[in-house]
């Protein structure tokens, strides 16, 4: 096996090696990604869960709050309030039933007339409970509510809004209908007359039902979707039915899931198999939060793991035999030809031809040491034979001139092989710079369009949200506009009509002051709610709270009229979010397409120096975002006859350096002015400067302050060559936070 082959074949280990652990690395990074993706969908499941319940949950709210109003406003009859209790469920078969607990003759004083009637009690106290049959939906049935006097749990959902007047939605428990224990949810609202509580109205969710309409699916294939309760524990579980009522998870994993319940913050924990991820959301006015739980297998991540490590193997085998080759190359260059020359000048004094000479070689290895061993064995040879060569001296010298043309006409031929390598790879390396540049304006250019993508994705959901809600809330609203007195109407369309032109926003200290400011004065007006109505005013824009803005805070109807306004608002904002973001990549995509014809001119002609600069900055501002600003100063308008191509190049190397030595974030000037005969351009950037160690060499070929990989060193050295070819000059100065780029080229007529 020669020389050769071994070394080929021991390279080809190293780099199989090299490339199995490089593959084991991506797929690391692959599965850390495909965790934070999954993360990120699990996310998105729980949102959109969450938004449904959180539906369910308005919808029933604003049913009760219906027939509070009407009992708070109104003296209906019993038959009246339990025709409202079977209209609020009767025709949604998502609640179980509906139920009111009235005070003691606070309902309508006759309490004593009906006892004995259904749906009262022994004393004949009004407290009808309506629920449909266990066995036929269809059937409703009517009984009498029972745990209201409780003062344990059970009697919750009466007591707490009696002593808080608040609306109340309880913890999950179980209610016996027809002998069948029916794990539900209550849904209650206080009903206050003059200031006065006389009982509460309720509406009870079935959470089976629940479980069947938005938790049967199950997610990322073996996953599964739960909601638990403010307590911590599982009010619908997707997969398990039988863990309804039960603690989710461990005591410390549950005790976890309170705290994240608290604070509003999701939580994550590990479980056999996989991670389950835990995202709290609020539930109306309720003060406490639920959550949603994600399951996610961890056969999810593993699943992409496998077409990844086979494309690294692939792609390994495939650029195995390119690596081997320039290695096999190498070889050649360095260590089979200086055997082949040390060879031939062994064979050579072997033959008898002393006046062959050691070649010359720019390293002191191996090699050179033989031929130094060769040389000194043919000089001890010529002192042998030094009698026999004299007499032979015209012949050899005859000899050793022939000899020495041979050598110099071998030599010009490898030369010429070398000079012609070096303009191969001098070609190879521009063209790497310029390939390396494009890629990183690309790279930047594409993250500055997912940002306002990513805006506009968001402004979309919203919008379909705040049309949603609008959808809800327009039957109320014309309503309302029909019944409502003439100046009541005035202020609705006045408050629509500012909000409609007001697109700005108030955010972070100044929102909090407008928002106090509004709340001391609601309070000096006396108007309730006075906190809560002054955040719901700065949210709609308002810097003060005019008279027609007062005089809505002061309507019974406040609640859904604000509503209706936010989501006005909401839509508002989202359009102008939508209208910046699309503007934004516009201004991107023209400053590419402005960049990409000229950088393809190849013909010289006049062109304002100006204008080139400008279409390179067009580009990078548009990649670079807002974190580098450019200042410009052009106050020379000079024209000069070039390829336009050029210019673009020259700049593009220029403000490339600056961008990377910044980081993307800092300052840019570029100024461009005339001096007697020339045209002067300015390019100074606030990065860290020029490393002392190669400022003697800068704009050399192969010589870069960059990091290892980052730079070929050929840049600046492109850049002097444009300039060079139009009769231009260049000079630079640096110091940290200051370099400055200056060339000058001569004024044409």
Not at 77 to 102: I, P, T
Not at 138 to 157: H, K, Q
Not at 394 to 420: D, H, K, M, P, W
């Amino acid at each position: 096996m020669s020389l050769r082959t071994r070394f080929s074949l021991y390279c080809a280990i190293v780099l199989f090696a090299f490339s199995v652990l490089l593959t084991l690395l991506v797929a690391v990074a692959a599965f850390y990604d495909s965790k934070v993706s999954s993360q990120e969908a699990a996310f998105a499941k729980a949102e959109g869960a969450s938004f449904e319940v959180r539906k369910i949950f308005s919808e029933a709210i604003f049913k009760v709050g219906e027939a509070k109003s009407r009992w708070e406003h109104t003296r209906p009859s019993r038959d009246s309030v339990e025709k409202d209790l079977v209209g609020l469920f009767q025709h949604d078969k998502r609640f179980l039933g509906a139920g009111a607990v009235f005070e003691p003759n606070l309902f309508d004083g006759r309490d004593a007339s009906f006892i004995g009637r259904k749906g009262s009690n022994s004393n004949g106290r009004f407290v009808p409970y309506f629920h449909r049959s266990v066995k036929n939906p269809d059937e409703i049935s009517l009984e009498e509510s029972v745990y209201y006097d409780n003062t344990d749990e059970s009697g919750n959902y009466y007591q707490i809004p009696k002593a808080t007047l608040s609306d109340f939605v309880g913890e999950p428990y179980f209610y016996p209908l027809e002998g069948v224990n029916i794990y539900m949810i209550s849904l209650i609202r206080p009903i206050i007359r003059q200031g006065r509580f006389i009982g509460i109205v309720g509406l009870d969710l079935k959470l089976s039902d629940l479980e069947e309409e938005l938790f049967s699916k199950r997610p990322f294939g073996d996953g599964h979707l739960a909601l638990i309760s403010p307590g911590g524990k599982y009010a619908v579980h997707g997969a398990k039915g039988i863990l309804q009522g039960k603690n989710a998870g461990t005591p410390e994993v549950k005790e976890s899931i309170q705290k994240s319940l608290s604070s509003g913050q999701p939580f994550a924990f590990l479980v056999e198999g996989g991670n389950s991820y835990i995202f709290p959301f609020s539930m109306g006015t309720y003060s406490k939060n639920w959550a949603i739980e994600v399951y996610v297998p961890n056969s999810v991540l593993w699943n992409d793991l496998g077409p990844i490590i086979l494309r690294c193997l692939l792609i390994t085998f495939a650029l195995l035999p390119v690596c081997l080759y320039f290695l096999d190359r190498f070889f050649c260059k360095y260590v089979s030809e200086g055997l082949s020359e040390a060879t031939s000048f062994a064979d050579s004094l072997g033959a008898g031809n002393y006046s062959a000479q050691i070649p010359t070689r720019k390293f002191q290895d191996e090699i050179h040491h033989l031929f130094i061993t060769l040389e000194n064995m043919k000089e001890k040879l010529l002192v042998a034979i030094d009698q026999q060569i004299r007499s032979e001296k015209i012949l050899r010298e005859s000899a050793e001139i022939y000899s020495r043309n041979e050598i110099i006409r071998l030599q010009n031929e490898e030369l010429e092989v070398t000079l012609g390598e070096l303009k191969t790879a001098q070609e190879t390396l521009l063209r790497n710079e310029r390939l390396a540049a494009i890629g990183r304006i690309s790279g930047a250019v594409s993250h500055q369009i997912n940002n306002p993508l990513g805006a506009i994705g968001a402004s979309r959901e919203n919008i379909s949200f705040y049309v949603k809600r609008i959808s809800v809330l327009l039957p109320f609203l014309f309503e309302y506009l029909s019944q409502a007195k003439e100046s009541e109407r005035g202020f609705f369309n006045e408050t629509l009509k500012r909000i409609l032109i007001n697109h700005k926003d108030q955010i972070g200290k100044k929102f909090r002051e407008t928002r106090h400011s509004i709340e001391n004065f609601l309070k000096q007006e006396e108007v309730e709610d006075a906190g809560d109505k002054a955040a719901v005013v700065a949210e709609l824009g308002f810097s003060d709270c005019p008279d027609f803005i007062l005089q809505l805070c002061r309507c019974s109807e406040w609640e859904r009229i604000s509503e209706f306004l936010m989501a006005v608002r909401g839509l508002e904002i989202s359009e102008e979010v939508i209208h910046r973001s699309t503007d934004r990549m516009y201004k991107i995509v023209s400053a590419l397409e402005t960049y990409s014809g000229i950088a393809k001119e190849d013909t010289e002609r006049r062109v304002k120096v100006s204008d080139t600069m400008e279409v390179v900055l067009g580009v990078y501002e548009g990649a670079g975002g807002n974190r580098v600003s450019v200042e410009r100063n052009y106050i020379s308008e000079a024209t000069m006859r070039c390829i336009p191509e050029d210019l673009v190049r020259l700049w593009t190397q220029i403000v490339d350096n600056a961008y990377q030595a910044m980081s993307g974030e800092g300052k840019l000037k570029v100024s461009i002015y005339d001096t007697e005969s020339k045209v002067v351009c300015e390019v100074e950037d606030s990065g860290s400067g020029i490393p002392k160690n190669i400022r003697e060499k800068v704009g050399e070929v192969l010589s870069s302050g960059k990091s290892e990989g980052e730079g070929a060193g050929i840049g600046l050295a492109v850049a002097a060559s444009i300039s060079k070819k139009y009769g231009g000059s260049w000079d630079w100065e640096s110091e940290p936070g200051c370099t400055i780029f200056r060339f000058s080229f001569p004024k044409s007529e």
